[in-house]
């Protein structure tokens, strides 16, 4: 029996495994026969069609117990605060920052992961695979006996606060604060916690993460496929009273099926379409040392293309601890206006461009064109400070989830989650002006 330590490591590679309990349970040399090993039933996940290049194919065999097909007819169940649904409110342009979103206390009212999600914000339309969401979940006990699989979507979760052991089809995960996991499309997977538990989703309407090309850096930087490790199989063959709960995501809606016998009785796979999780610290800082920035697209982890070279519909990106070394430079973010739409999270430490107010477990969103950057005192201390080589960042860890759509919020970001910090705006108040018509050598810090 395989244990929670053990993966394949590797990003998109052609991988197989076979739980250690039924040995030789992968076919050899095909992957349909009339009769699988072990009387298992084979069945393919496909992850892209059919006849796509075969760089960007993507499909599994799995061999299983029982065909994922064994179920009861799905019916519509209530969608608590996930919404797919834009133009709720009306568009709000200004520059939005939330305090910790509160975690349901389990003694009040037990939320598992899936009740526990809720929309902050999106764009998009999941019907025709061109879009995306960002949620919150905010859960205190595990999925018993409830599975889930989302239909059109890819989805990358940031866990902020407390553990998630994820059993898929393909093995099971432990993903920790500082982790991120990718669940990739029609994937059923089950999610326990051993505490209340906070984090941050990212879904993806059918569109692959991939990783960044890398250009003039070369072959080897920012995250390596090394560091990406994909679970073993893994199987258990129970009955469950009453039956499980299979919980299907489809064109923006809940729905759930029932069925006796549990999903993740999957003996053996093989295939390069498999769910995985990285650990953020492996990840190989770029940063200029001589002068100026790097614009941040230097600390992309993972992309989704557009049909537009050089435009994604989703960039996960993060700000890790790094030196700064930069002369001359002011070095914290610059002030910006984007084309891209910025939502950040915080999973732990303090920003450096905003020392209060943007805490972990909070968020902020900066959508197209609305100007942001670093408070008036970040700014003050940037401009004096004695330009020595030091860290940045130690003990933090900020993300960025990046669009290049337009980004709606929800009622639940904007009202609901009551959670909105109302005073935002008051960081950038102090700012005034340096101006000196006369002298276009301003001092330089000693």
């Given at each position: 029996?395989?244990?929670?330590?053990?993966?394949?490591?590797?990003?998109?590679?052609?991988?197989?495994?076979?739980?250690?309990?039924?040995?030789?349970?992968?076919?050899?040399?095909?992957?349909?026969?009339?009769?699988?090993?072990?009387?298992?039933?084979?069945?393919?996940?496909?992850?892209?069609?059919?006849?796509?290049?075969?760089?960007?194919?993507?499909?599994?065999?799995?061999?299983?117990?029982?065909?994922?097909?064994?179920?009861?007819?799905?019916?519509?169940?209530?969608?608590?605060?996930?919404?797919?649904?834009?133009?709720?409110?009306?568009?709000?342009?200004?520059?939005?920052?939330?305090?910790?979103?509160?975690?349901?206390?389990?003694?009040?009212?037990?939320?598992?992961?899936?009740?526990?999600?809720?929309?902050?914000?999106?764009?998009?339309?999941?019907?025709?695979?061109?879009?995306?969401?960002?949620?919150?979940?905010?859960?205190?006990?595990?999925?018993?006996?409830?599975?889930?699989?989302?239909?059109?979507?890819?989805?990358?979760?940031?866990?902020?606060?407390?553990?998630?052991?994820?059993?898929?089809?393909?093995?099971?995960?432990?993903?920790?604060?500082?982790?991120?996991?990718?669940?990739?499309?029609?994937?059923?997977?089950?999610?326990?916690?051993?505490?209340?538990?906070?984090?941050?989703?990212?879904?993806?309407?059918?569109?692959?993460?991939?990783?960044?090309?890398?250009?003039?850096?070369?072959?080897?930087?920012?995250?390596?496929?090394?560091?990406?490790?994909?679970?073993?199989?893994?199987?258990?063959?129970?009955?469950?009273?009453?039956?499980?709960?299979?919980?299907?995501?489809?064109?923006?809606?809940?729905?759930?099926?029932?069925?006796?016998?549990?999903?993740?009785?999957?003996?053996?796979?093989?295939?390069?379409?498999?769910?995985?999780?990285?650990?953020?610290?492996?990840?190989?800082?770029?940063?200029?040392?001589?002068?100026?920035?790097?614009?941040?697209?230097?600390?992309?982890?993972?992309?989704?293309?557009?049909?537009?070279?050089?435009?994604?519909?989703?960039?996960?990106?993060?700000?890790?601890?790094?030196?700064?070394?930069?002369?001359?430079?002011?070095?914290?973010?610059?002030?910006?206006?984007?084309?891209?739409?910025?939502?950040?999270?915080?999973?732990?430490?303090?920003?450096e461009a905003k020392q209060g107010g943007f805490l972990p477990g909070g968020g902020s969103l900066h959508s197209t064109m609305t100007p942001h950057g670093p408070d008036a005192d970040c700014?003050?201390?940037?401009?004096?400070?004695?330009?020595?080589?030091?860290?940045?960042?130690?003990?933090?860890?900020?993300?960025?989830?990046?669009?290049?759509?337009?980004?709606?919020?929800?009622?639940?970001?904007?009202?609901?989650?009551?959670?909105?910090?109302?005073?935002?705006?008051?960081?950038?108040?102090?700012?005034?002006?340096?101006?000196?018509?006369?002298?276009?050598?301003?001092?330089?810090?000693?």
């Amino acid at each position: 029996m395989c244990s929670i330590g053990e993966y394949i490591s590797g990003f998109g590679n052609e991988c197989a495994s076979e739980d250690p309990r039924c040995p030789g349970s992968l076919p050899e040399g095909q992957n349909n026969p009339q009769v699988c090993p072990y009387n298992l039933y084979a069945e393919q996940l496909s992850g892209s069609a059919f006849t796509c290049p075969r760089s960007t194919n993507k499909r599994s065999w799995l061999y299983r117990i029982l065909p994922s097909v064994s179920h009861k007819p799905f019916e519509s169940i209530d969608e608590g605060h996930v919404t797919h649904n834009w133009d709720e409110v009306d568009p709000d342009p200004n520059q939005l920052r939330w305090k910790p979103f509160e975690i349901p206390k389990a003694s009040q009212k037990k939320v598992d992961f899936v009740s526990g999600l809720h929309t902050l914000c999106g764009a998009g339309d999941i019907k025709s695979n061109n879009g995306l969401a960002i949620h919150i979940f905010l859960c205190n006990t595990s999925m018993e006996n409830r599975i889930a699989h989302h239909c059109p979507v890819f989805f990358c979760s940031v866990p902020q606060k407390g553990n998630l052991l994820i059993y898929t089809e393909f093995g099971k995960m432990l993903v920790q604060p500082n982790e991120i996991c990718v669940i990739q499309r029609g994937m059923r997977f089950s999610i326990d916690v051993f505490e209340e538990t906070r984090g941050y989703l990212l879904e993806v309407y059918g569109v692959h993460f991939e990783l960044p090309d890398l250009g003039p850096i070369g072959a080897n930087g920012l995250a390596n496929p090394r560091d990406f490790l994909i679970p073993v199989a893994w199987y258990e063959d129970r009955q469950v009273p009453g039956g499980y709960t299979v919980i299907n995501k489809y064109q923006g809606k809940l729905f759930a099926a029932k069925q006796d016998v549990s999903p993740f009785n999957v003996v053996a796979w093989h295939g390069n379409y498999t769910p995985y999780k990285y650990n953020l610290k492996n990840f190989m800082v770029i940063n200029s040392v001589a002068f100026d920035h790097a614009d941040p697209s230097i600390f992309t982890v993972l992309t989704a293309k557009s049909v537009r070279p050089g435009v994604a519909i989703a960039d996960f990106v993060i700000f890790p601890p790094r030196w700064g070394v930069a002369d001359k430079t002011f070095r914290p973010p610059y002030y910006h206006r984007n084309c891209m739409s910025e939502f950040m999270g915080l999973i732990r430490g303090h920003y450096e461009a905003k020392q209060g107010g943007f805490l972990p477990g909070g968020g902020s969103l900066h959508s197209t064109m609305t100007p942001h950057g670093p408070d008036a005192d970040c700014f003050e201390k940037a401009s004096k400070a004695k330009l020595a080589p030091e860290r940045i960042a130690d003990g933090t860890m900020a993300f960025m989830f990046e669009s290049s759509l337009s980004l709606a919020v929800t009622k639940w970001g904007l009202k609901a989650s009551k959670c909105l910090d109302e005073n935002y705006y008051k960081c950038w108040e102090p700012l005034k002006s340096h101006f000196t018509p006369n002298s276009r050598n301003p001092a330089e810090p000693n």
